[in-house]
């Protein structure tokens, strides 16, 4: 008896997906609930498993191929068909048996879908790997470290049966996604690389594309003076991260700013359906979080209930999982109005892209000491930029000027947002 391995729904937005990698090979034995492919969509990556055990019987769906849900993967058949009819010759499993052995030694280390991939593309032994993440888990940038010889000593082994890479070949020189390489005719160092775009990251472009032609997208901006929310934290910040376990940082401050503002504003935190506006009265902020797969934007659900602490404790947990793949799609679905912050990276200023449908999106900046005018004098304080992109279909530019007052009246008197 055979079972088909299909793509599995994941949600009412997800319909398609792209296979990323297959961790199992067409002849190999399985177990009901071993991975066995890695898909990847545009929010989130995911793992198929084993619907029941026996041999994987064949693959129909390769490497990099797209495909919708519902569609045949490959078979699996059971042990007494494959016993009957084996998939691959006597001799060729035991040629293979060191590859199955090492499969079974990296499925046995706790790792996350990435670094798994990561370990294969970099020809990295898992087993030897030391993990970052909790209760010892392998990351993706663990294996990194460890294919580069760092991660406290941990080395990379070369798949069986392929021969050891040179050791003056740097581990970058294997990229992450299927290249192809075009020298020109000259001394070597006129190359291009062709890479493919991965599902996220062709989504995020086609999405932004789309926000641009279908909402009319203005910005305005605002500086803030940064004194207030510095002091505060300065004062408070060993009581609260020792209560806490977290550092208090400013997204907290931005995430109740912003809920402040949007109870003024309400049409800040809305949407357009057809030709009509639709008023959200609860306040499910989105974050953006940079992470090596591309940006994605996981929401904190009802932030005006949440303390300052909680705030802290998401956008971190989010910021972690976002980098080791392990968001799910519940964390990424919908949200009322997103901030994005440029100025962990540098940026001073910048106008950022609506996430639609909503038709509002803070921009936060880095925090630089400029010379401003106070009381008739002139002195050095911490400032930021901040900018407002908002969706002029709905959003007057008075009113989008005014939000963006109500956030620096709120973020220049934090004791203010008690009282909002």
Request: hydrophobic share 40%.
């Amino acid at each position: 008896m055979s079972s088909n391995i299909v793509v599995p729904e994941v949600g009412e937005s997800i319909v398609d997906a792209r296979v990323a990698k297959w961790l199992r090979k067409e002849g190999e034995s399985v177990s009901v609930g071993d991975p066995l492919v890695e898909l990847e969509t545009d929010k989130i990556d995911l793992e198929v498993a084993a619907p029941q055990g026996g041999v994987l019987k064949r693959i129909d769906r390769k490497d990099g191929e797209d495909v919708k849900v519902g569609e045949v993967l490959g078979v699996i058949e059971d042990a007494a068909g494959a016993t009957q009819q084996p998939a691959v010759p006597p001799a060729a499993q035991a040629k293979d048996a060191p590859a199955v052995s090492k499969a079974s030694s990296q499925e046995k280390t706790r790792s996350t879908p990435t670094a798994r991939k990561a370990a294969q593309e970099h020809e990295v032994d898992l087993s030897r790997v030391r993990g970052s993440g909790d209760a010892g888990r392998v990351m993706r940038r663990d294996v990194e470290q460890a294919a580069t010889g760092g991660n406290g000593g941990a080395t990379s082994a070369p798949a069986a049966g392929k021969p050891a890479a040179p050791a003056a070949e740097p581990a970058t020189a294997r990229p992450a996604s299927p290249v192809a390489e075009v020298a020109r005719p000259s001394s070597g160092d006129r190359t291009e690389e062709r890479i493919r775009m991965s599902k996220r990251r062709a989504t995020i472009a086609k999405r932004l594309v789309e926000a641009q032609s279908t909402a009319a997208m203005l910005t305005t901006f605002n500086e803030v003076d940064m004194s207030a929310v510095m002091a505060l934290r300065e004062r408070h910040k060993q009581a609260f991260k020792d209560r806490h376990g977290i550092g208090l940082g400013i997204a907290s401050f931005f995430v109740k700013a912003s809920v402040g503002a949007l109870r003024a504003f309400p049409r800040l935190n809305a949407e357009i359906q057809g030709d009509e506006m639709v008023l959200k009265r609860y306040y499910d902020i989105g974050v953006a979080v940079g992470a090596s797969e591309g940006l994605v934007v996981p929401v904190l659900r009802d932030a005006d209930r949440l303390s300052f602490a909680q705030i802290e404790q998401q956008i971190r947990d989010f910021a972690r999982r976002a980098e080791d793949g392990s968001l799910s799609l519940a964390d990424l679905k919908g949200g009322t109005f997103t901030i994005t912050n440029g100025g962990v990276f540098g940026s001073l200023l910048s106008t950022p892209i609506l996430n639609p449908p909503q038709v509002g999106i803070l921009g936060l900046h880095a925090i630089q000491p400029r010379p401003v005018a106070a009381n008739g004098q002139v002195v050095i304080k911490p400032m930021m930029y901040v900018a407002l992109t908002y969706d002029h279909r709905i959003v007057d530019g008075s009113e989008a000027v005014q939000f963006l007052v109500r956030i620096k009246q709120l973020v220049e008197d934090p004791g203010a947002m008690l009282l909002d």
